[in-house]
C-alpha cells in the first residue's frame, strides 16, 4: 500500500484519476479499463478478474504456509540459457564502432532489413517483399500495442483465438475497442476451424451494424483475428500438414475483409525441428492482410535486451512507425543488429541455430517428460525417453518409494486432453475431477477457487485458465510453466501432486 504521508498535493490529484495506482504502485501492472474509465466487455472482464485474482486474491490470511517462499509455475520467463552466440557477437561488434553514438534512423537501418528480408524469404515469405515491410519494435508486445492504435476504432473488435496470451487481449479495449473470443476445442485439436471462425466474425458484425459507437462515418466491425503459431499457451503447432485449414483461414479473414495477426515468437521451440510452425505470411495470397510478429525474447537468451519485428504492408508499417516515433522516437540500433543478427540465413548462422538449438530443445523435452510423467504418469511418456525421465526423478525424490510415487501420475488431474505441447515451455492442466470437492474450508468449483486452495499451503501459483481466455464452465483449467531448473520443478510438481491428491480424497 502506498504511503500517504509522502503523497504530494500533485500526486494527490493523480491519484484521484488513478485510483488502481493506490493499490499496484509498486506490484502488478494494472490492466486499466476503457477510454473514459468505462469497465471492459464481460468475457475479458473474466480475463481481468483471473489476473486481478491470481496477483491480488489468493492469499488469505487464515493461509499457513508451509514453505518461505512462493513455489510459482506461472513464470513467463523461458529457461535461463546462455544467449544465442550470433547475438552476443552482434553485440560485442557493434559496441566495438562509433555507431551507438548516433540516433538510428526511424525507418530501421537498411542493412538489418536486407539480411532479415533474406531469411524471411528463405523460410516461405513472399519475393515481393521489401524494406518498407518490414518495421522495428522494442518487443511484440510493443509492435502489437502500436499496431492496436493504428487499426482499432471506437467499437471495433479484435478476435482471439482462446486460449490465448491474456495480456494481449487488454490493449484493444484500452484503445477504445472491444475484445472477443473464438473459443477453440478438443474436437478440433484445438485449432482454429475455419467454418466457425467465419461464422463468429459474421455473428459479431451484425451484432457491431446496431453498436452504441456507429457513426455515419464509422460502423464498428471485426478488424482483426489474434493467434499464437505455436500456440501460448496450448504449445499447438500449425505446420506443413495444416496448410490446408491455414489458407482457409486467410481465405476467411480476407473475405470478411479482417486483417489476420501472426505471432511467430514461439516459432523457434518447436520439438519436431523437421516440421516447424509455418508462417501464415508465407501462404499463396493477398500478404497484405497479415501481419507477422517475431522476437528473441523466447528462444535466444535475449529476453532483457526486448526487440521484435513486425512483418506487413507497408502501410501498416508506416502506420506502426508513426506511433512509435512519438513514444520513443525510433528502436534501438543495438536491438537492430541482434535482430538481424539472429534472423540471418548465412551458412555460419544455420550452423549456429542448428549447434544452439540441438541443446536448448533438449532441455525443454526433458522438462515436458518431466511434467508428463508426474502429471500423467511415466507410461504416457514415449519409450525411448522414459529411462532419463526416470533417472531424473530418482535423483530428486530423496528415496525410491517417493520417485516410484512421482511415476505414477496424480490422482485427478492430467494434462489437457489433446493437448500435450509441440512447442513452447506451458502446458495447460485439467483439474475437473476436483470440482466440488472440499478441504481445509476451501471447495474448488473453478480455476479461481483451484489455484485458492493451491496456495494456502505451499504457496503454489497457477495462472487460472479464465486469464488466458479460457471460458467453458465445464473445465477447470490452470497453466503450468516448466522452463526452471529440473530440480526446482520436480519439486514444485511433487507439491502439486501432494495437494492434488489430498484434495482428491479429501471427505
Known sequence: MYREEHRSAATERICRFHKELLENAVTFTDCGCRPGGAPFHPDLLRVKTGYDFFENGIKDPSDVYLTENENSLATGNPLYLPMYPPAREAIRNTCDTREMSKYPLRNGDPACKDGILSYLKGIGFSEALHEENVGFAFSTTHAFAALMKLIVQPGDVVLFAAPTYGIFAFIPEREGGRTEFLQLSESDGWQVNPAALRERIRELNRELAHAPEK??????????????????????????????????????????????IDDLIYRDLGYDRENPAVPMASLDGDHSNVVSLLGI?????????????????????????????WDTDSTSYLNMKVLAAVYSNTPAAERAYAYYFSHVMR???????????????????????????????SSAAGSPEAAEKLMQGTKGVQILPGCVPEAG????????QLAGKSCDGITV????????????????????????????????????SFSMETGELIERLAMLKEEAERLYDCE
Not at 532441455?363 to 531424473?392: A, F, H, S, W
Not at 515451455?425 to 475437473?432: A, I, K, M, S
Open 363 to 393: 532441455e525443454y523435452q526433458d522438462r515436458l517428460n518431466l511434467v508428463r510423467c508426474i502429471i500423467d504418469g511415466l507410461r504416457t511418456i514415449p519409450e525411448p525417453e522414459r529411462e532419463k525421465t526416470r533417472r531424473m526423478i
Open 215 to 260: 457513426t455515419d462515418a464509422h460502423t464498428p466491425c471485426v478488424v482483426a483475428f489474434f493467434q499464437s503459431n505455436p500456440c501460448n499457451p496450448t504449445g499447438r503447432v500449425m505446420g506443413n500438414a495444416d496448410r490446408p485449414r491455414m489458407q482457409e483461414i486467410l481465405n476467411v479473414c480476407r473475405a470478411e475483409g479482417v486483417l489476420y
Open 297 to 325: 525474447s523466447k528462444a535466444y537468451g535475449a529476453a532483457g535486451l526486448r526487440a521484435g519485428i513486425l512483418v506487413a504492408d507497408e502501410i501498416i508499417i508506416a502506420g506502426v512507425r508513426n506511433y512509435i516515433a
Open 445 to 480: 468449483t473453478d480455476d479461481l477457487s483451484l489455484i485458492r486452495y493451491l496456495y494456502h499451503r505451499y504457496r503454489l501459483k497457477l495462472l487460472p485458465g479464465c486469464s488466458i481466455g479460457m471460458q467453458n464452465p465445464e473445465r477447470i483449467v490452470a497453466r503450468v
Open 425 to 432: 515451455f506451458f502446458v495447460l492442466l485439467d483439474f475437473h
